[in-house]
């Protein structure tokens, strides 16, 4: 794992807000779907904001984009915020735009 990479995690009502910080990496890809996948119990919306990235390497946007698929039976809806939505977030997904 980026030795940097760490996730903040804050819930209120039925929304968990996560917020990634340092670099994503492999391993970092992998954190965030562990952290999703054991978080997600009760909660109706997911949001990732991005805007703390600083490098977001090829496979570790890879590993995220191409697992993420795992958590689909849970069927929450994820919106990706910040300056690094689009490079993080699969096709098809929600970006929020703004200064989240």
């Not at 970092?28 to 978080?39: D, F, M, P, R």
Request: hydrophobic content about 35%; charged content about 20%.
């Amino acid at each position: 794992m980026a030795s940097n990479f760490k996730i903040i995690f804050h819930r209120n009502s039925d929304n968990l807000h996560l917020t990634l910080v340092g670099d994503f990496d492999g391993t970092s890809a992998c954190e965030l779907l562990n952290a999703l996948k054991e978080k997600c119990n009760g909660v109706h919306r997911v949001f990732i904001n991005t805007s703390r990235l600083k490098e977001i390497y090829p496979f570790g946007q890879d590993t995220f984009q191409n697992n993420l698929y795992l958590l689909k039976p849970q069927r929450i809806p994820f919106e990706f915020t910040g300056k690094n939505a689009t490079q993080i977030a699969p096709e098809g997904l929600r970006f929020l735009q703004g200064p989240h």
